[in-house]
């Protein structure tokens, strides 16, 4: 049998964080949706980055630029909805 670890709070909050920008984005507020989604991808990202016990960097910079360049064109949308 395989024992899966509970997500920890931090994450749950990251999760309902993603979910939230995802619902905003998916009706209208794009840039609310994406700056909340970049927020809570990118602490979700660290958490289990932190978690894990084998530590790749690319594992953890890929998803942060994910996010951050999320959260740059989410902030430079000209007339974002």
Known sequence: M???T???KAERLSIILI???ITLAAFGTVRSG???LA???GAFSYLKY???GT???I???LPLATACALLVVAITLPHAR
Request: proline residues 4%.
């Open 59 to 61: 594992e953890l910079f």
């Open 50 to 52: 932190t978690r894990v």
């Open 34 to 36: 994406a700056i909340v």
């Open 19 to 21: 979910l939230i920008g």
């Open 39 to 41: 927020v809570g991808g």
């Open 6 to 8: 509970q997500p920890s």
């Open 55 to 57: 530590k790749r960097r």
């Open 2 to 4: 395989s024992t899966a």
